[in-house]
């Protein structure tokens, strides 16, 4: 059974930066590309970020771009969400998601599975 189990989320204040961290299990996870979206209260799930399988190529939304990095480490089957110079409206449940095969897509639709979502606030 596929499990893709995100961490690190929280209050923070502006300015400020935090780790989200996804951690993956049931999978090859070096045969996934994984992305990172989010959405906010009434508003519709959007990419963030994302990262193919062999690491080499990474994709960011352009309101993140700059402030957002995203990593991976295959052999703990973790990706990660380094966000820093948070703002409000960055407030959002942040979802990582597989997609086999993938190599980094800004689509939604394309991914294979995704996680439970954990909740980032950034206050002003």
């Known amino acids: 059974q596929v499990q893709l189990a995100e961490s690190g989320g929280g209050l923070v204040q502006a300015g400020g930066s935090l780790t989200l961290s996804c951690a993956a299990s049931g999978l090859t996870f070096s045969k996934y590309a994984m992305g990172w979206f989010r959405q906010a209260p009434e508003k519709e799930r959007v990419f963030v970020a994302a990262i193919s399988r062999s690491v080499s190529d990474t994709y960011y939304a352009d309101s993140v771009k700059g402030r957002f990095t995203i990593s991976r480490d295959n052999a703990k089957n973790t990706v990660y969400l380094q966000m820093n110079s948070l703002k409000p409206e960055d407030t959002a449940v942040y979802y990582c998601?597989?997609?086999?095969w993938g190599s980094g897509s800004s689509d939604p639709s394309v991914y294979d599975y995704r996680g439970q979502g954990t909740q980032v606030t950034v206050s002003s």
């Open positions: 998601a597989a997609d086999l």
